[in-house]
């Protein structure tokens, strides 16, 4: 009975077949069989469109669909077709390594089963599958590319509906066309980070400050003389827009600021004149009588106090006046009159010379001072005023 062959042209010897030959035959099946399973083959598909077949030699070492790996080149000038024989089932390592802009489609000789194509740029390797279907043996891409669907080193692929989590990311992120989008500083033992939220209909997504510390700042620093540019009309503080403008809001840098809108309370032009729409007060304070009176001028400039007795007032406190300073004191006779004060020596009065208050119960004295930066000055008095 004579030999038979396998798909992938393996001989299968019949019982008394090939005396005195079957040590060869057996290591002919042998080298087959490494060949198989790890052989590496170049084949040229190198030319205009046509079709190449991958064959099976029979006990021979021959058959290019008899190795795992196959490289397929040469330049192409047109879509190439590339055959596996009908029957075979195996599974294959090839690379599309031809140079030209054209398609490379693998499949079975015959038949309408599956097959698989090189785009006009994949010049990469695929992992195939022939799974030796009769009459329309299939060839399926097992989806382990260097170009397509497989991550590797140093290959670049487009992830898709893919989750990363706790991803460790090197000094940059590009966009798609590689040019940086954000490049990235670690620091050693780092405990603060920022949280971006994405939000629903409606609502703001949010960069936070996130961490271990409990108080958290963020820093935007722009390069050189760059600045931080917020869009016009888009700026918040909190959930109440902010309306002024940029150069209202430079309102003390007066030579810049020019006249702003005559809509606002606080105007200034180019010649450091500011103006005030409306009345500009300061509350009327009431001191507490005692046999010492403190007047604390910066929380109450303006401020009375009725004597109950003879009084001493004391220097003006309060944190940092300045100089230029104005405030004023209306002394008020209670019910019986003829109270007194002792004015502070940081008072100081024309020909150093104390007024003498009016005695008449009831009637007032206003004093006005203005501060040099050492004393607090007078700049004018009316006495014997009556109040109601």
Same mark, same amino acid.
């Given at each position: %009975?004579?030999?038979?062959?396998?798909?992938?042209? *393996?001989?299968? %010897?019949?019982?008394?077949?090939?005396?005195?030959?079957?040590?060869?035959?057996?290591?002919?099946?042998?080298?087959?069989?490494?060949?198989?399973?790890?052989?590496?083959?170049?084949?040229?598909?190198? +030319?205009?469109?046509?079709?190449?077949?991958?064959?099976?030699?029979?006990?021979? *070492?021959? +058959?290019?669909?008899?190795?795992?790996?196959?490289?397929?080149?040469?330049?192409?000038?047109?879509?190439?077709?590339?055959?596996?024989?009908?029957? %075979?089932?195996?599974?294959?390592?090839?690379?599309?390594?031809?140079?030209? @802009?054209?398609?490379?489609?693998?499949?079975?000789?015959?038949?309408?089963?599956?097959?698989?194509?090189?785009?006009?740029?994949?010049? &990469?390797?695929?992992? /195939?599958?022939?799974?030796?279907? @009769?009459?329309?043996?299939?060839?399926?891409?097992? &989806?382990?590319?260097?170009?397509?669907?497989?991550?590797?080193?140093? &290959?670049?692929?487009?992830?898709?509906?893919?989750? *990363?989590?706790?991803?460790?990311?090197?000094?940059?992120?590009?966009?798609?066309?590689?040019?940086?989008?954000?490049?990235?500083?670690?620091?050693?033992?780092?405990?603060?980070?920022?949280?971006?939220?994405?939000?629903?209909?409606?609502?703001?997504?949010?960069?936070?400050?996130?961490?271990?510390?409990?108080?958290?700042?963020?820093?935007?620093?722009?390069?050189?003389?760059?600045?931080?540019?917020?869009?016009?009309?888009?700026?918040?503080?909190?959930?109440?827009?902010?309306?002024?403008?940029?150069?209202? /809001?430079?309102?003390?840098?007066?030579?810049?600021?020019?006249?702003?809108?005559?809509?606002?309370?606080?105007?200034?032009?180019?010649?450091?004149?500011?103006?005030?729409?409306?009345?500009?007060?300061?509350?009327?304070?009431? *001191?507490?009588?005692?046999?010492?009176?403190?007047?604390?001028?910066?929380?109450?400039?303006?401020?009375?106090?009725?004597?109950?007795?003879?009084?001493? /007032?004391?220097?003006?406190?309060?944190?940092?006046?300045?100089?230029?300073?104005?405030?004023?004191?209306?002394?008020?006779?209670?019910?019986?009159?003829?109270?007194?004060?002792?004015?502070?020596? @940081?008072?100081?009065?024309?020909?150093?010379?104390?007024?003498?208050?009016?005695?008449?119960?009831?009637? &007032?004295?206003?004093?006005?001072?203005?501060?040099?930066?050492?004393?607090?000055?007078?700049?004018?008095?009316?006495? @014997? /005023?009556?109040?109601?």
């Amino acid at each position: %009975m004579a030999s038979t062959y396998t798909d992938l042209g *393996l001989e299968l %010897m019949a019982t008394g077949e090939n005396a005195g030959t079957w040590g060869t035959k057996t290591n002919a099946n042998l080298n087959l069989v490494e060949q198989i399973t790890g052989g590496y083959l170049e084949v040229s598909i190198a +030319g205009g469109a046509g079709n190449t077949p991958l064959t099976v030699a029979d006990g021979a *070492l021959t +058959g290019k669909a008899q190795n795992r790996i196959i490289k397929l080149t040469g330049a192409i000038t047109g879509n190439q077709t590339v055959t596996l024989p009908v029957l %075979m089932e195996n599974f294959y390592i090839i690379q599309n390594a031809t140079t030209g @802009a054209y398609t490379v489609e693998l499949k079975a000789v015959s038949g309408s089963g599956a097959t698989v194509t090189w785009a006009t740029t994949d010049k &990469g390797w695929k992992i /195939l599958y022939a799974d030796g279907v @009769a009459t329309n043996t299939g060839v399926y891409d097992t &989806g382990f590319s260097t170009t397509d669907g497989d991550v590797t080193l140093t &290959g670049t692929q487009t992830l898709t509906n893919k989750t *990363l989590t706790a991803p460790k990311i090197g000094t940059s992120i590009l966009d798609t066309n590689g040019a940086e989008l954000f490049l990235l500083t670690a620091t050693a033992s780092a405990v603060n980070e920022l949280t971006y939220a994405n939000a629903a209909t409606g609502n703001n997504p949010t960069f936070t400050a996130s961490g271990g510390d409990t108080n958290i700042g963020i820093t935007l620093t722009p390069k050189g003389t760059g600045e931080v540019v917020i869009a016009a009309g888009n700026l918040n503080y909190g959930a109440t827009a902010v309306t002024a403008t940029g150069a209202e /809001l430079n309102y003390s840098d007066l030579a810049t600021l020019g006249t702003s809108a005559a809509s606002k309370v606080l105007t200034a032009d180019a010649n450091n004149l500011t103006t005030v729409s409306g009345a500009v007060a300061n509350v009327e304070d009431t *001191l507490t009588d005692g046999a010492t009176i403190t007047w604390n001028v910066i929380n109450s400039p303006v401020a009375k106090v009725t004597l109950g007795g003879n009084r001493t /007032l004391s220097a003006p406190s309060g944190t940092t006046p300045i100089s230029g300073q104005f405030v004023s004191l209306l002394a008020i006779q209670d019910g019986t009159g003829g109270r007194t004060i002792s004015w502070n020596a @940081a008072y100081e009065f024309a020909a150093d010379t104390a007024p003498t208050l009016t005695a008449t119960a009831n009637l &007032g004295d206003l004093f006005t001072f203005r501060y040099n930066g050492a004393k607090w000055l007078e700049v004018g008095r009316n006495l @014997a /005023l009556t109040l109601s």
